[in-house]
């Protein structure tokens, strides 16, 4: 997303946010390397540790909901041209005060002014909209190319109007990360000989890849291929990472990422399965352990961190401090285990798991279902000009789909 872009959604984002309050009359309310002790888990930047009791919603994500009059001012398709940097996505994240028709239309209410810098990176929604129901009437996807070896992690970037996902083999200590362009059909190899599973987009448009080959996160530059370290995050407690699985990043620099064992091999590693939060500064916290924990993203208003269990262990959710500090044990979302998982603009999740994608809403109610997919399925990401091509990856293949709400580029 260019920063013409990215700034015209955080304008965007307060003006519907006014708007929404408007209609309802009223108002609502590195020094790289440091690790926090597990004993005092609450958050390397000094979040307070009362908003862990902000859990308890019974599993409704995003209870601040931007208004349904703060729709008025958006487009009806709610899409983005990439090209013309014109902003028009819009979002609910429906919660406790949020009402789902039967087409799985929300409608939100207590609006509350979002805060930019908690937003994930490469955010392109609005809130105050109403979506109908995300799945088309035939949900089967589509395949765009297969013969990899384990595809997984895509991320598009708006910038190039591309998707990048990684390409390995066996341990998955050497690949290659594949590049789509969907505007000419071509993929090719943009950087090869290296390890790397989930990506994500940072702040700065940037890509970041959990690499299992350093055992930590790395960035590459999405037009030269140039790689470097992101700061702090080679270690925890003086031990380095296990096989760093997927990640996530918001526009502030925080990161969020899970760490199984899966591609560990014979290194040394931390001797438990966890997943982590990287502060802007450097600072390295452990959120918790889970038994080989897999996919993690966070909800389109930043305020909730989803962590899935490729061992079906269920998946969490866990309430996001604006600082991005995550306290407290989170709370049972589903009982589903997937590899990865993608969230849409509505708040609804695509989790990859069963040879599926099986569709959740913001309560962790099941919408639907995607099929097509020759074989299994291990990650997922919304691209395209405007957002609504969810893309696939599994059984050394990519797929897309076309659907009815945009959503989130990992």
Known sequence: MSDMLAKRVIAGVAVAWLVGVVAAGCSSSGDGGKTVDPGNDQGGSGGAAGNGGNGGNGGMAGSQGGKAGGASGAAGTGGVDAGTDDASMVVVDAGADGSRGDTGGVVATDAAPPVAGTLPAGFVCVPGAVYGAPLPANPVATLIKGGYGIAEGPVWIAAQKALYFSDFQGTGTMGRIQKYTPANGMIVVFVDNVGTNGMAVDGQGQLVAASHDMQR?????????????????????????????????????????SDPDYQLGLRTGQGVTAYYRLSPAGQVTRIGMHAQPNGIALSPDGKFLYVSSSEMAPMRRFPVADDGSVTGAGTVFSNLGSDGMAIDCAGNLYITTNGNVIVLSPAGQMIGMVTGFGGGTTNAAFGGDDRTTLF????????QIKLNVPGLPN
Do not use: I, W
């Open 217 to 257: 996160l790395t960035r590459f530059d999405p037009v030269t291929g140039q790689r470097s370290q992101v700061e702090g995050s080679a270690m925890y407690m003086g031990k380095p990472f296990n096989s760093v699985n997927d990640v996530v990043a918001r526009t502030d620099g925080n990161m969020y990422f």
């Open 392 to 399: 696939v990856t599994g059984g050394g293949k990519l797929y």
